[in-house]
């Protein structure tokens, strides 16, 4: 802004540079020397006041209009995250010595889980913990409508996918399969077989109790070839379970029990089952007094699951198993209730370091 008197012209300009070390920007008007512009006026001539006047009113704006324009840039700045458990603008804090913290024990099982199946050749990947529909369910072929949805009752965000549906913090591992699927479809071409394990967090809408979490952990397994047969699939379950266990079991054979089962996305299905370590397949409460505990869902990956990936299923066949890997660690160190992992009880964590 440029005005046409001098005097105005010099303190517009000196308060222009004082604005900016100004720590209460408001300050600005209560300036000495635009009041003393102000006290001038009644000392002008008359014809010469309105000019002065009104330029005077004008620098008044000019300054007005910088201060609520640093108020709002102000209040534009990011909000503070109020619930971080430090000042971000203090200095960093000293950390704990590490005799203090141990890795979580379902990190340190995971990590377990990953290296003796990568040991056996599988690949590792991530799942993720927002999901659509058309994974969770559509790709693993539970038409819309299908009774057995039911089983997955998960959360749901406002927020919806393509089609409107909301999206999901998946049930299970499985919503992987499709894009394990799909990615390792070249892999088959060259001959090579898809063979990927994806330990990761699920969720569930679940009645909590010693056996159920609503947030848990699930290893999924594919594997696809050409003449793969469930006897593989029992092989390589059971190979891997006895090294897991191998340090508890103390060169015992392992016990477990193939049942058939009902999944949408094998065909055929079947459930896993160990014998229930707390008892001796006596019976106690943490089997429900069956004397075995269900580990793990299984069987060779339906035609249409396989199809929806693009892989010819009269040329491929496959196996898929997902196992909860809360159970897999509870069994193994016979911790009573799966609630203990995200209590945060350091008593409980302790016993792991
Ligand atoms: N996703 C199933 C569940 O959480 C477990 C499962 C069963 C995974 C069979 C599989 C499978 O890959 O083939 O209940």
């Not at 005005?3 to 070390?21: C, D, H």
């Not at 003796?116 to 991530?126: K, L």
């Not at 892989?311 to 496959?318: E, K, L, M, S």
Request: net charge negative.
């Amino acid at each position: 802004m440029n005005y046409q008197n001098s005097r105005i012209t010099e303190v517009a300009e000196l308060l222009r540079q004082r604005f900016a070390t100004l720590e209460v920007k408001a300050d600005l008007l209560k300036a000495v020397e635009l009041k003393a512009l102000y006290a001038e006026i009644p000392t002008l001539a008359a014809e010469d006041r309105a000019a002065f006047g009104g330029e005077l009113n004008q620098l008044k704006q000019e300054l007005l209009d910088l201060i609520n324009a640093s108020q709002e840039a102000a209040e534009a700045l990011p909000a503070l995250d109020v619930t971080a458990p430090f000042d971000i603008n203090s200095s960093r804090p000293q950390l704990l010595p590490t005799t203090s913290g141990t890795v979580h024990p379902l990190t340190r099982e995971i990590q377990r889980v990953a290296d003796i199946f990568g040991r056996m050749g599988f690949e590792i990947s991530e799942s993720r913990e927002i999901d659509d529909q058309y994974h969770m369910f559509e790709t693993l072929n539970f038409p819309k409508g299908h009774p057995a949805r039911d089983d997955y009752d998960t959360f749901m965000t406002v927020q919806t996918d393509k089609d409107g549906e909301p999206l999901i913090a998946p049930a299970h591992t499985s919503t992987m399969q499709n894009r394990v699927l799909t990615a390792g479809k070249a892999k088959l071409e060259q001959g090579e077989a898809i063979a990927v394990v994806i330990p990761d967090r699920v969720f569930r809408n679940e009645d909590l109790d010693a056996r159920h979490e609503h947030t848990f952990y699930q290893v999924e397994g594919v594997y696809v070839a050409k003449g793969v047969h469930a006897g593989m699939l029992v092989a390589t379950l059971q190979t891997f379970l006895q090294e897991y266990y191998s340090e508890t079991l103390g060169g015992k054979e392992l016990d477990v029990r193939v049942n058939p089962f009902y999944f949408p996305f094998t065909e055929p299905s079947f459930e896993f089952a160990l014998s229930c370590p707390f008892c001796d397949k006596k019976g106690c409460n943490i089997c429900s007094y069956e004397g075995w505990i269900e580990l793990l869902g299984c069987g060779m990956i339906h035609p249409n699951v396989l199809t929806a990936a693009g892989i010819d299923p009269t040329v491929y066949t496959g196996f898929a198993w997902g196992c909860g890997i809360d159970r897999l660690v509870m069994m193994k160190y016979g911790i009573e209730d799966v609630r203990h992992f995200e209590s945060a009880k350091l008593e409980f964590l302790r016993q792991f370091s």
